[in-house]
């Protein structure tokens, strides 16, 4: 079940959900935020996957990322390929 915002009674989105969509699946304009192409990594059929497209996806994630940061988001990618 889906955490809501307390007292607001609307659901509230992942933190992991935010990460992918930025760092994945791409993402448009948003504020003040520019517009984000999508990762080559989301072209490549999950059966076709390697471990070297996971590497070159991280490699290239952007500098200013904190390594934490980045950790996190690979253990946000594996537990989504882990749950197909």
Do not use: C, F
């Amino acid at each position: 079940m889906p955490a809501t915002a307390e007292g607001a009674g609307r659901e509230v989105r992942s933190d992991a959900g935010h990460r992918s969509r930025r760092y994945v699946l791409g993402q448009e304009k948003r504020g003040n935020q520019e517009a984000i192409g999508a990762a080559p990594l989301s072209d490549v059929h999950l059966h076709a996957l390697t471990e070297d497209d996971l590497l070159t996806w991280r490699n290239v994630l952007p500098e200013e990322l904190k390594d934490t940061t980045k950790q996190r988001l690979t253990n946000d990618l594996k537990a989504a390929l882990n749950a197909t």
